[in-house]
């Protein structure tokens, strides 16, 4: 099945749970559609998949599929809301097919992807530098959509300049309650920002309190370069006395 909220005109938020039916694209289709000829405004959509539904059959597929291409040209923004890594690949693949701006968000951000899907721009956000610490550190918090363009700016130069001066640096990362997720752009410049710094740093400390980040991190901590701790949100002045060291 799939719970349809469309309590907000400009955003319809989806919750699909268990095996999907025809039917069930049948009635998505219906109330998407009602909903834009009733208000003349085309809901952007928020997806709840905390539940990784699947098709029942061909024919529920095909009706996905369908759903999709007579939609996807109007449809502005679709916001994904869950914490499997197999929805991390999601905005990336889907980019390439469909002119909607997908984006990931975890599952503790419904409000955050709620509010990006109701903001008439994509509402990107930012790198802030925290101050106070070392020269040798990099320390950075993370606030509302980071894309690659804040890798060009922020990010990239920061640590260029910081490596003029060491041979070495420590990097501090927050991806607190101001963190809303990273756009598919920023996910490909993170993967090559790791390559093309592997052996500039000898600490890496993340600061999270999101499972999946945390799990991920320590499952991949080993094949680092460099020494990695995580802490969660609270423990951000332990971070920082650990990335003193």
Known sequence: MIDIDLSQPAVAVLKPEGALSAADFDALRAAIDGHINRTDIVPNLVIDAS??????????LEKHLKFVRDHHRVVKKVAIVGDSPILSVVPAFVDHFVGAKVR????????????????VDDDPGRFDVIDGLPRDVV?????GIITAQDYRDTLVPLVEAKLKEHDKLKFLIVLGEEYATYAADAAWDDTRFGIAHWGDFSRIALVTDIGWITSATKLFAPLMGAEVAV???????????????
């Open 139 to 143: 320390a950075l918090k993370a606030v």
């Open 51 to 60: 539940h990784l539904p699947h098709w029942d059959s061909l024919a529920a």
């Open 104 to 119: 990931r968000f975890p599952t503790d951000k419904m409000a955050k992807a709620k509010e990006w899907a109701n903001a």
């Open 231 to 245: 802490f969660p949100v609270a423990e951000l002045e332990e971070a920082k006395s650990w990335i003193r060291r």
